[in-house]
């Protein structure tokens, strides 16, 4: 039969906020953690990792936070620019860097 | 250093028809993997290969295959096109795919869209 597609959540977040996208992950052995960023016509571009003996890491206005009791990473981005526009997704992946991506968050920046 | 290219960037095929996709890895980086990504199913992992030999496989059909060149770049192939395979077909590189903080750098994707 068709399948459905795929209603990725969406984050309205205005010029200047914060934001904060979550992701629940499946495997609890999974030991690698990434989140990408897609624009549109465009690949997944990497903007952050973090490991899983790790619960905080910080980059350039992002960071990352991870729950592993709860199996949920979160990526929160500092004062929001126009550029941040795009599908965020996390993945997940196991020893042989298979990638195992979440379904993606759209988060629209409002000026 | 240039990144993950792909080629061609558009393709439109017919049902039943084949297509091969190219993809170019970063200078040095031994390991390419091969997503599906549709608005059904989201971003799907086809195959991985590391010095010509595929390491890993996700669950796809064996109309999907690829193959890895000595010099790393790789060629995907889909035979007997249908048209659920519309989709972005994205290529992405690493240095070796195996340890886990060896970041996957992906390309632009080839957009096949199949009638």
């Known amino acids: 039969g068709e399948s459905v597609g795929l209603h990725l959540p969406t984050l309205s977040v205005q010029e200047g906020d914060n934001s904060i996208i979550n992701c629940a992950y499946s495997n609890s052995a999974s030991d690698y953690f990434i989140w990408y960023k897609q624009e549109s016509g465009k690949g997944p571009q990497f903007i952050i990792d973090i490991r899983s003996n790790m619960d905080k890491r910080q980059g350039q206005r992002v960071t990352v936070l991870l729950n592993k009791t709860v199996k949920h990473l979160s990526l929160q981005i500092a004062a929001t620019q126009p550029g941040d526009s795009a599908v965020y997704f996390c993945a997940e992946t196991d020893s042989w860097g298979k990638l195992q991506f979440g379904a993606g968050t759209q988060v629209v920046v409002t000026p | 250093k240039a990144g993950v290219t792909q080629t061609p960037r558009y393709l439109i095929k017919t049902r039943g028809q084949q297509v091969t996709l190219s993809c170019s890895p970063i200078s040095g980086h031994r390991s390419v993997s091969w997503y599906q990504q549709t608005p059904g199913q989201g971003l799907q992992f086809l195959f991985e290969y590391f010095s010509e030999t595929q390491r890993n496989k996700g669950n796809f059909p064996g109309r999907f295959s690829g193959r890895q060149f000595s010099n790393s770049r790789s060629e995907m192939n889909v035979s007997t096109l249908e048209l659920g395979d519309s989709a972005l077909y994205l290529c992405?590189?690493?240095?070796?795919?195996?340890?886990?903080?060896?970041?996957?750098?992906f390309g632009p994707g080839t957009r096949l869209t199949v009638l």
């Open positions: 992405a590189s690493s240095f070796t795919g195996t340890r886990l903080t060896d970041t996957q750098y």
